[in-house]
Nanobody, 125 residues
Framework: VQLQASGGGLVQAGGSLRLSCTAS????????MGWFRQAPGKEREFVAT????????FYADSVKGRFTISRDNTKNTMFLQMNSLKPEDTAVYYC???????????????????WGQGTQVTVSS
C-alpha cells in the first residue's frame, strides 16, 4: 500500500488546516489508519488513529478537542482536521496504516507497516 499525505502549510496560531492521506490498493477499507508527527530534534509521536470502519477514533491528549480524524473508505482517503493550532503543533505529519488483521498498540508507530512521505505543518505565533 502506498500512502500520500498532503494539505500541510504555514498557518498562524489559532488557525486551521486539513490534512489528507490517499491510499493506493484495495486494503485501505480494512486497515486501521493513523497520523503521527515529528518535530525537529524530537521523536515521532502519535497524534490520532481511526478504526477500519471509522467508528472508533482515538487521540493523543495533546490534540484532543482540537483535531478530528475521519476517513472515507469509498475514496481510500483519511483526513485530519486541525483546529486551534498552536506553535507546538509544528512538525512533519505522517499518515500510516496497519495491515488488515494486524494487532498491536494503536498509538505505537511500530504497529504500522505502511507510511506516507510526510507533510510539513508550521504554526507561527
Amino acid at each position: 500500500v502506498q500512502l500520500q499525505a498532503s494539505g500541510g502549510g504555514l498557518v498562524q496560531a489559532g488557525g486551521s488546516l486539513r490534512l489528507s492521506c490517499t491510499a493506493s490498493g484495495d486494503t485501505f477499507s480494512r486497515s486501521t489508519m493513523g497520523w503521527f508527527r515529528q518535530a525537529p530534534g524530537k521523536e515521532r509521536e502519535f497524534v490520532a488513529t481511526i478504526s477500519w470502519g471509522g467508528s472508533i477514533p482515538f487521540y493523543a491528549d495533546s490534540v484532543k478537542g482540537r483535531f478530528t480524524i475521519s476517513r472515507d473508505n469509498t475514496k481510500n482517503t483519511m483526513f485530519l482536521q486541525m483546529n486551534s493550532l498552536k506553535p507546538e503543533d509544528t512538525a512533519v505529519y505522517y499518515c500510516a496504516g496497519m495491515r488488515p488483521g494486524s494487532s498491536g498498540m494503536i498509538a505505537n508507530a511500530r504497529s504500522y507497516e505502511d507510511w506516507g512521505q510526510g507533510t510539513q505543518v508550521t504554526v507561527s505565533s
